[in-house]
């Protein structure tokens, strides 16, 4: 990936540039009062995310809850993908049109060490393999300086059904 405005600059994250009917995910959808609300941002040839994981995210009493673990990857991951995908279409993150949105088409993550709470966690993720409509996305979370998790992710495009569009709006929650 070329270099964007990264964290240490706070510009747009991707989630910030979907399209309001694909901003309701649990981990990373702008709209969804009860998801966790993740950021991703460029950071060179790499994107990240910082999350402080809550007291509810437990797995046992100090540790993370596998679950989020993967939840983290997953969603970090779909914002690299759709980030590269845009930015092979000649776009840079900011602009006004919306970023595509993608869905898992696979998900595989490594558990290498208990990941602590009360610390926050760093998901970093690079694009190792890019084609047409989908990307491989290669993702480590950290908590501190420790790798705790390392996953790889198949990411493509949201297929027709998923987009925006007259049909979209039954689908929307409230």
Not at 11 to 25: E, H, K, L, T
Not at 35 to 61: I, N, S
Not at 137 to 160: I, W
Request: charged fraction near 20%; include cysteine; glycine fraction near 10%.
């Amino acid at each position: 990936m070329e270099p964007d405005a990264g964290p240490a600059h706070r510009g747009p994250a991707v989630q910030d540039r979907y399209p309001d009917d694909f901003a309701w995910c649990y981990g990373c959808g702008r709209h969804n009062p009860a998801g966790l609300h993740l950021k991703t941002y460029p950071d060179g040839d790499e994107t990240v995310t910082v999350f402080e994981p809550r007291p509810e995210h437990m797995a046992v009493p100090g540790f993370v809850y596998g679950g989020l673990i993967a939840s983290l990857i997953d969603c970090h991951s779909m914002a690299t993908a759709s980030l590269a995908l845009y930015r092979r279409d000649g776009h840079r993150l900011g602009d006004p049109e919306p970023v595509p949105r993608c869905v898992t088409a696979s998900l595989k993550v490594d558990y290498l060490r208990p990941t602590p709470l009360g610390v926050p966690l760093t998901v970093r993720g690079r694009v190792v393999e890019l084609g047409q409509r989908k990307a491989v996305v290669e993702s480590e979370l950290y908590a501190g300086e420790t790798l705790c998790a390392r996953g790889q992710v198949v990411a493509v495009l949201a297929p027709p059904a998923m987009t925006p569009g007259p049909a979209g709006a039954e689908r929307r929650p409230g």
